[in-house]
């Protein structure tokens, strides 16, 4: 039978990756990669530096496919994004058919694989199709969330109150209820922008773990929010790319 290693391998730093994770790279036949085009060539670079890094057997693979383009711009986001994952479940499935029948293959998940990744809802999308039989394992990574609130020394959440992940499109519909700490991916629009000098405080950090770490932090007021984007910009604009995540705080005696 077919094996499958979703391996979460941290937020940007090659030495995020657990014990469990190395020990099963070295037992990997097959590693999957998705290409994201050159502009993204760092992430790919990244999962090559860990390999040469941390796997000592000899003779492995390397299996990379072109990631198809998503829509960033749709009418209908959920369908755009149905769609997005249903040419991804092609990709997987033709990668993991390339195993042998009692080969390992391995994807190598940046973050944690259970975080706003799609690769676990892909390999089950593969195995309902029914054409591909395998088994899969899910090996847990350091996630953004852990990555940002260790470099900017400071806590998920305030004794006894709730924190809330979520995305800067649900943001875009207010402050959640009952929540004073609030981690916010995807969020190319900077909706932060909309809670200034509300009595917040934020913790900014974009491509973690990585010798482009950009760091900001302090009371959200205007001038932060303004020198958030800025910096955003021009990073975005020299690299291509961009990953960051925020955490929006309001201190529970506020």
Known sequence: M?????????????????????????????????????????????RQEILDRFVERPGYRVVRAQDPERDRTPDD??????????????VYETMIGSLGPDERGAFLVWGDPALYDSTCALLDAVLERGNVEFEYEVVPGVSSVAALT??????????GRPVLITTGRRLEAGWPADA?????????GCTFS?????????????????????????????????EIRSVRAS???????IMDIYHLRRPANS
């Open 77 to 90: 986001y959920r369908k755009a994004v149905a769609d997005w994952h249903r040419l991804r479940t092609d």
């Open 194 to 226: 909309r809670f200034v000098d509300t009595g917040l405080e934020i913790y900014w950090g974009a491509y973690l773990g990585t010798p482009d770490e950009l760091l900001l932090s302090g009371p959200l007021t205007a001038a932060l929010a303004a």
């Open 2 to 46: 077919r094996k499958i290693s979703a391996i979460g391998v941290g937020a940007g730093d090659p030495e995020h990756l657990t014990v469990q994770a190395v020990r099963r790279l070295n037992e990997t036949d097959v590693f999957f990669v998705l290409d994201k085009g050159s502009e993204k060539q760092d992430l790919v670079g990244l």
């Open 235 to 241: 990073a975005r604009a020299r690299k291509g790319w």
């Open 150 to 159: 260790s470099r900017h020394r400071t806590t998920m959440n305030q004794i």
């Open 180 to 188: 004073d700490d609030v981690f916010v991916m995807l969020d190319a």
